[in-house]
């Protein structure tokens, strides 16, 4: 059956996130105070047809590390999408 | 005649410029399309710049899934001299035949201007003919060019010599001003400048051609590249 799976693409732990820094500085111009830790990333959704639940997520790990991040300096997550 | 093989992605777009050069330096330039998968009889293989399939994703993560990437890292691992400019560098740092990556600038903008670099180590196929020290006055045109990689890659690039060449004044953030990297080796080399297009000085500086003479003085060794 077919699974509906996101993965969310991050940059790791260190390693230093222009967009997020900047996104960051933008906020209290707008009058968004109190928010800090601001990190951008990228997320990726598709169906993956597998036999379970874990087959599905196993898959898209593996698609993921190999083609969707760069394991030198992002870490990718794979989860099931909530039922539509 | 030394040859030197021009690979071209869909969306390379600095292969003639490329190209150009190796001719200027009396080698022959020959363009290898990225469907090809067998690099035997080059004496030197550079991967241009550009957008290799636009880049989408990330620079470079769809390119280093092109056939004729199988080929080169054999190529690499039979000792063949492999540069990498611009997206060429990016796309070999995210085959894993240079170490690190290449992030988004700091400050996020596409950056098109003179910059000045150092020789940091001669022992790489591209600086083999440049005195450690040596600055050269070469362009950089690029969007992710800040190089990273964690501290332990870090100390051993450091310890190896294989931190090619750094910029005298940082224009992207990468880790400690580096501009390029090479493999332990040094037969594979990946820099963000371009030296392609400081092969004169009435177009502004004739520095990159010590780099690139460098490069197309080195012969592969017999055999290189062959498919096997």
Redo the contacts between chains.
Sequence with gaps: MNYNVIVDVTLRKG??D??GS?IERALPALGFTGVSNVHAGKSFRFDVEASDESAALEKATALAER??S?P??EDANARLAEEA | MTRIGVVVFPGSNCEYDAASAVTQLGAEAQFIWHSESDLSGFDGIILPGGFAHGDYLRPGALARFSPVMEAVARYAADGGPVLGICNGFQVLAEAGLLPGALQKNRGLTFLSESTTIIVVSTTSVLTRNATKGQELVVPINHFSGAYTCDDATYDALVANGQIVLRYKDNPNGSRDDVAGVANEAGNVVGLMPHPERAMSTLLGSADGRILLESFVGVKAPTGAGSSR
Excluded: Q, S, Y
Aim: aromatic letters at 0%.
């Design positions: 390693i230093a222009p967009e900047t083609l969707l760069n030198v300096i």
